[in-house]
């Protein structure tokens, strides 16, 4: 197994255990034998003081070096939480128990609001870990001062053993790679490849009418995530995973998934692989640099992925025999006709990179797509008048024939529909980088809390930052007092739109600078194409809580918080992807022939 496998956190763990607490009582113990001192009953004690001895050192050596540092780069300390208990510990049991319980992203929120400042350093165990909702230093980290960060080895280690030697799991050169072998797949022929949506949009539809004449409802969810699956699967691989015509969830199944995704087919199988191990990532995360040591003898991702390879593996065998047998018969097929997966395979033979790769694309084009469509079909639910202009407008420039792409940039209110669901529930809510291991600044914080100071902020080497960018597109400073409604018009009222045009980077949910989505144009012609399709099928959509898994309500003390758990009608859940706990269960009707 090579070091960057997923034995690795292994090692770092058992490298930090051994550094920690065997370390300092060693050098106790050979001092004593040095200088010939006797301790007598006081040894033990003597020998395990050392430890938490050797900390205070390091952790005092480490704030004087950063202090000298900071004042070296004309910087500011990042506020730092104070905890009750040694090493913030309290701190780190609250916001995990408040992650998993509270309204998304709330705990972090809750924090800013009481350090009064937009980037706050959590140091759980007295290593910094950094959180922040600003949107100059989201900016920073991913734009203009994208040199000075990159994943990271933290994100790697927890990702490894899922993601592997995918785009999403790699810096620097072999990053660069994946991203040119992926960007000609991009290319505007390609994703306006509309018979491939036709195609699947079709399919969805059939399902969905047929469930709307027995009145009976869709966990809409898992059925768009079947959607976005099966047209990414031939888009990129030539090859239909056919999920749309497996067993769909039934709302009385009792056991639900996170999702409400459980099945007992095969497909149902996968989904649940792919939820769980997203899951512990999540927690991985959450858990912070200690992780390891819960799963210092079981890798819990391990049968998830085992599940999930099963899957994939016979996809890049047979494209590998395929490509052998046209080797053979000296076929060369152009790049116009080759699928990513067969230019993936043209590039190497190794079957494991591969796979890889293809997974981090599915899982970049699967739940981030659903995941806008479900909340779009929430907000028709819950304002039934946006729907219906939505309608209207649909009904307007494509009648009921299928979009043409001309007709899809002629929708300007589906796309400010679609731009402001974005900005309520960015699919990947939260995210994270690393600082390189050097120290680096961040600029003046943005204008959310003017008592903050306006000097640089200094960021410590290889320091972990999570952005939020759910909470930058939700914060008033930068969206205004009514930044928590849902309002369309926020994107065609020129006045109001100006806020975003003189400020781009304060709505990033295909994230921004170099890493940003490559899919971003895809996601935008396929969520539109799909919309229109269902507008013109169904005029009525309302959401049938009777067959939400009960669990999946969201809490009455909601109603007493600030923001947009007050109104909320689900219980928005995210773990690398923002989704509904218990699944989108809604009824439609079929609209009457235009
Ligand atoms: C609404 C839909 C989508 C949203 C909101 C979204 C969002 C994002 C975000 C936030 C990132 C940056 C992740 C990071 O740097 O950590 C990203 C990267 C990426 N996305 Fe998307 N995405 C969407 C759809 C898609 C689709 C449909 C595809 C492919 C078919 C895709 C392919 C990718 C890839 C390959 C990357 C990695 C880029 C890189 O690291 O260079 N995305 N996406």
């Not at 806020?499 to 971003?520: E, K, L, V």
């Not at 009777?546 to 909320?568: C, F, M, T």
Request: one cysteine or more.
């Amino acid at each position: 197994m090579t070091l960057a496998g997923h034995a690795n956190y292994r090692f770092r763990i058992l490298k930090d255990i051994l550094q920690a607490l065997v370390v300092p009582p060693v050098l106790v113990s050979l001092c004593c034998r040095t200088l010939n001192l006797r301790f007598g009953w006081w040894s033990i004690p003597a020998h395990l003081l050392a430890i938490p001895l050797a900390v205070f050192i390091r952790v005092q050596y480490s704030d004087f070096v950063q202090a000298r540092e900071a004042r070296q780069l004309g910087a500011r300390p990042i506020p730092r939480v104070v905890g009750k208990w040694p090493g913030n510990i309290d701190v780190m049991l609250k916001l995990k128990k408040g992650l998993a319980s509270q309204y998304i992203c709330e705990p972090f929120l809750d924090l800013f609001e009481e350090y009064q400042c937009t980037t706050l350093n959590t140091r759980f165990l007295w290593v910094d870990n950094i959180i922040t909702m600003d949107q100059e230093h989201s900016k920073c980290v991913l734009a203009t001062g994208f040199g000075h960060f990159w994943r990271g080895t933290a994100q790697r280690e927890r990702l490894e053993n899922f993601l592997g030697d995918g785009i999403f799991n790699r810096d620097d050169e072999k990053w660069k790679y994946h991203r040119s072998l992926a960007r000609p797949f991009f290319t505007r022929n390609r994703i306006s490849d509309f018979e491939l949506f036709e195609k699947y949009t079709d399919r969805t539809m059939t399902v969905l009418s047929n469930l709307a004449s027995r009145n009976e409802p869709c966990n809409v969810q898992d059925l768009f995530a079947r959607f976005t699956i099966d047209a990414a699967s031939d888009f990129l691989f030539g090859h239909n995973l056919d999920t749309l015509s497996k067993k769909l969830p039934v709302s009385t199944s009792g056991f639900q998934s996170d999702r409400g995704a459980t099945t007992d087919d095969s497909w149902g199988t996968f989904a649940q692989a792919f939820e769980a191990v997203q899951r512990i990532i999540t927690m991985r995360g959450r858990t912070g640099f200690i992780w390891p040591i819960f799963e210092l003898f079981d890798d819990k991702t391990a049968p998830h992925v085992d599940v999930i390879k099963r899957w994939l593996d016979p996809l890049v065998k047979q494209t590998l025999d395929r490509k052998a047998l046209a080797h053979k018969s000296g076929i060369r097929s152009t790049m116009e006709e080759r699928t990513f997966l067969e230019h993936l395979a043209d590039s190497t033979e190794d079957a494991g990179m591969i796979r890889d790769q293809l997974l981090n694309v599915l899982l970049a084009a699967r739940d981030t797509t659903a995941c806008l469509l479900t909340y779009v079909t929430y907000f028709m639910a819950l304002y039934p008048s946006i729907a219906a202009k939505m309608r209207r407008e649909v009904l307007d420039v494509c009648g009921n024939n299928p979009p043409t792409h001309e007709g899809i940039r002629k929708l300007k209110y589906v796309k400010a529909v679609l731009d402001e669901t974005l900005r309520l529930y960015p699919p990947v809510p939260l995210n994270s980088r690393q600082t390189r291991p050097q120290p680096c600044t961040l600029p003046p914080p943005d204008r959310t809390y003017l008592t903050e100071s306006r000097q640089p902020l200094y960021l410590p080497k290889s320091t972990t930052i999570w952005y939020s960018s759910l909470l930058t597109q939700r914060n008033k400073e930068l969206w205004g007092p009514d930044a928590d409604e849902f309002d369309p018009e926020r994107w065609i009222d020129p006045q109001r739109l100006a806020r975003f045009t003189s400020n781009p980077m304060m709505f990033t949910p295909f994230s921004a600078g170099p890493r940003i989505c490559i899919g971003q144009n895809y996601a935008y012609n396929e969520a539109s194409f799909f919309l229109v399709r269902l507008l013109q099928r169904f005029d009525t959509f309302t959401l049938a809580t009777d067959a939400q898994p009960p669990s999946s309500l969201p809490p009455a003390e909601w109603k007493l918080g600030r923001g947009r758990q007050r109104v909320e009608m689900i219980y928005p859940d995210a773990t690398m992807t923002l989704f509904i706990k218990g699944g989108l269960w809604i009824r439609m009707k079929n609209a009457h022939p235009h």
